[in-house]
C-alpha cells in the first residue's frame, strides 16, 4: 500500500484542453505572421514609393530646366509619344533617363551603346526599376488669350507607375507647375485708342490744321473721315516703326563699336555684347511683323477702295504711308538674315569656352528657331533646312542628348506638315499670316500707289 500510494496518479490535459491550446497558439502565431507580412508589404510600398519619388523629382528637373530654353516643349510632349507616352526606364526606352550614367572615360561625354540608360549590368537598381514607367500628362493654366498669370503657366502632372511582387499596381503622381512665358499666344494689337490715335493723324494729314478735330479737319478738305483714319493709322504707325527700329541701329552700333574695344584678346565682354545684339535683331524682326501684321487688313481695304476717293487727301502722305508699307517685308527679311547672321558668328568655337552651358543651349535653340523660321517663310530650301539638322545632331551626338532630340524632332517634323502646326503654333501663324495677308496687302499698296500716281518718299 505504501508503495501504491508513492506513485498517486497525477491530473493531465483533456483532449479539449490541448485542442484550445494549439488553437491559442495558432492564433498568436497568425497575427505574428501577419504583422510581419504587412511590415514586408509596407516596406516594399515604401521602398516602390520612394523610388517613385526620386523617378519623379528627375524628370521634373527635366521638363523645368528644358522649357525655360525650348518655348514649345509643353506642346511637343503632347505631340511625341517618346516624350508623352507612358515609358519605362531600364534600358533606354524613356527619353528622360535614356543617359543615366557615365560608366567609362573619356568622362564627361554620353557615349552611344556604352553609356545609355540604366542596364542589366547595373545590378539592383535595375531590379527595382523593372516595372517602373513614367509619363507627364500637360494642361496649360489658362487659354493663350487668357489675362494674367494663367497665360503664362502650365500645370504638369507626373504619373509614375509601377508593379509590386504580390502583383498590386501602384500610382504616384507629382503635380507641379511649368513657367512658360514663351508658349503659344495670340498675337497682341498696336496700342492706342481712336481717341489717343485720331490727334496724331490729324497731326500727320493736316499738319497745318492745328487747333482742330480730325473730322474738322476731314470735313474742312472735303475728306472721308473713314479713309482719313485708314490712311492716318497707317502713316502714324509706320513711322513709329521708323523710329523704334532707327533707335535699335543706333544701339546695335554702339555695342558693335564696344566690342571692338574689348576685341584684342578676346573676353567675355565680346560675348556679352553680341549676346545683346542678337536680341536687338530680333525685337526688329519682331516688331515689324507685328506693325504690318496689324496693319495689313487696313492696307487691304484702302486697295479695295475707289481711287478717286483720295483726291482730297495729301498725296505726298497718302505715297508715303503706301510706300512705307510695301518695304517693310523686305526689312523683315533683312533683319532676320542679322538675327541669324550673329547667331552664327557666337557659335565660332573661339567664343565657346566664355559661354556658360545654359548660353550654349539657348544659342543653339535660338540657331534652330532662326533656321525653323527662314525655311517656314521660304528663305531657304527645305533641303538646306534638313542638312543643318543633320550636322547640328552629328555634332552634338553623345554629348548633349538635349540638344540632339531637339534636332531629331525637327526632322521628323520636316515629313509630317499635320503636327508641324500644333507643334510650333507661333511659326505656323507667322507664316500663314505673312503667305495669305502681308504679302498681298503690300502687293495690293504697290498696285494702289501706282494708281494713283504718288511720289515715293525716295524720289525727288
Not at 543706333?250 to 556679352?272: D, F, M
Not at 553680341?274 to 515689324?288: F, G, N, P, T, V
Not at 548633349?400 to 501663324?429: H, I, S, T, V, W
Request: overall charge negative; charged content about 20%; some cysteine.
Amino acid at each position: 500500500m505504501t508503495i501504491l500510494c508513492k506513485y498517486r496518479l497525477r491530473p493531465g490535459l483533456s483532449l479539449v484542453e490541448v485542442l484550445i491550446g494549439i488553437v491559442i497558439i495558432s492564433l498568436l502565431l497568425l497575427g505574428f505572421f501577419t504583422m510581419l507580412t504587412g511590415n514586408v508589404q509596407q516596406l516594399e510600398f515604401t521602398a516602390g514609393q520612394f523610388a517613385a519619388v526620386q523617378v519623379a523629382t528627375k524628370v521634373y528637373e527635366d521638363i523645368q530646366e528644358e522649357s525655360r530654353i525650348h518655348s514649345t516643349l509643353l506642346e511637343q510632349i503632347d505631340l511625341f509619344p517618346e516624350l508623352g507616352g507612358k515609358n519605362p526606364l531600364l534600358d533606354a526606352q524613356s527619353p528622360y533617363f535614356r543617359y543615366a550614367f557615365d560608366r567609362s572615360p573619356p568622362y564627361g561625354i554620353i557615349q552611344q551603346g556604352v553609356d545609355q540608360g540604366i542596364s542589366a549590368a547595373d545590378g539592383a537598381i535595375y531590379q527595382q526599376l523593372n516595372t517602373f514607367a513614367c509619363r507627364p500628362v500637360v494642361r496649360r493654366a489658362g487659354t493663350p488669350d487668357a489675362g494674367g498669370f494663367a497665360a503664362h503657366l502650365a500645370r504638369v502632372d507626373l504619373e509614375v507607375t509601377w508593379e509590386e511582387k504580390r502583383g498590386v499596381a501602384r500610382t504616384y503622381v507629382l503635380p507641379f507647375l511649368v513657367h512658360s512665358p514663351l508658349g503659344p499666344m495670340l498675337p497682341l494689337g498696336l496700342p492706342g485708342t481712336d481717341a489717343e490715335i485720331e490727334p496724331l493723324i490729324r497731326e500727320y494729314l493736316f499738319p497745318d490744321q492745328t487747333g482742330q478735330s480730325l473730322e474738322q479737319a476731314a470735313a474742312e478738305q472735303g475728306c472721308n473721315p473713314g479713309l482719313c483714319r485708314d490712311v492716318g493709322r497707317v502713316g502714324v504707325y509706320l513711322d513709329a516703326l521708323a523710329v523704334a527700329l532707327a533707335t535699335l541701329t543706333q544701339e546695335i552700333t554702339a555695342l558693335q563699336s564696344e566690342q571692338r574695344r574689348y576685341a584684342n584678346p578676346v573676353c567675355a565682354e565680346v560675348v556679352k555684347r553680341q549676346l545683346q545684339i542678337c536680341r536687338k535683331s530680333e525685337e526688329a524682326a519682331s516688331l515689324i511683323f507685328l506693325f504690318v501684321n496689324e496693319l495689313a487688313p487696313i492696307v487691304q481695304r484702302l486697295a479695295d477702295t475707289d481711287p478717286t476717293q483720295f483726291e482730297a487727301l495729301p498725296t505726298s502722305r497718302v505715297g508715303a504711308a503706301l510706300w512705307h508699307y510695301q518695304v517693310q517685308v523686305p526689312r523683315l527679311v533683312t533683319w532676320l538674315r542679322n538675327a541669324c547672321g550673329s547667331l552664327e558668328w557666337l557659335s565660332a568655337p573661339i567664343f565657346q569656352p566664355l559661354l556658360s552651358f545654359r548660353d550654349r543651349d539657348w544659342i543653339a535653340l535660338k540657331r534652330l528657331e532662326a533656321q525653323r523660321l527662314r525655311r517656314s517663310l521660304k528663305m531657304i530650301a527645305d533641303a538646306e533646312f534638313i542638312a543643318f539638322l543633320r550636322e547640328e545632331k552629328d555634332a552634338v551626338r553623345d554629348r548633349n542628348p538635349f540638344l540632339e532630340r531637339a534636332y531629331a524632332r525637327d526632322e521628323l517634323l520636316m515629313g509630317q506638315p499635320d503636327r508641324f502646326k500644333p507643334a510650333f503654333p507661333n511659326l505656323a501663324y507667322m507664316a500663314e499670316r505673312l503667305e495669305q495677308l502681308i504679302k498681298p496687302a503690300a502687293s495690293a499698296a504697290a498696285r494702289l500707289e501706282e494708281q494713283l500716281t504718288v511720289p515715293s518718299p525716295d524720289e525727288p
